[in-house]
Nanobody, 119 residues
Framework: QVQLVESGGGLVQTGGSLRLSCTAPRSIFSIAAMGWYRQAPGKQRELVATITSDGSTNVADSVKGRFAISRDYAKNTVSLQMYNLKPEDTAVYYC?????????????WGQGTQVTVSS
């Protein structure tokens, strides 16, 4: 089974910073678009940021200018750098890998890591 492993979540004060990391198997990471999603209590999961296999990025309007996504091919790791965190950023953050191969689309999720921003 494909395993995506997130780390870096925790408790931080408003205005603080946090860096999330997600490691994927090399065979997946090398070809997949990677992304970060989040889900707050009582709300649907929403897209935060994505990065394609060749490094093109997209960031949700709600976090644009505060969050940045990047990938390290040597470490098979995608990161989400979060600055100026706000209470509304509190959620479980999930790593995602997405790719299409031979007629099929593959979509994998990590277990999630909690980010809590206190005011």
């Amino acid at each position: 089974q494909v395993q995506l492993v997130e780390s870096g979540g925790g408790l931080v004060q408003t205005g603080g910073s946090l860096r999330l990391s997600c490691t994927a198997p090399r065979s997946i990471f090398s070809i997949a678009a990677m992304g970060w999603y989040r889900q707050a209590p009582g709300k649907q999961r929403e897209l935060v940021a994505t990065i394609t296999s060749d490094g093109s990025t997209n960031v949700a309007d709600s976090v644009k200018g505060r969050f940045a996504i990047s990938r390290d091919y040597a470490k098979n790791t995608v990161s989400l750098q979060m600055y100026n965190l706000k209470p509304e950023d509190t959620a479980v953050y999930y790593c995602n890998a997405n790719y299409e191969y031979s007629l099929h689309r593959y979509n994998y999720w990590g277990q999630g890591t909690q980010v809590t921003v206190s005011s």
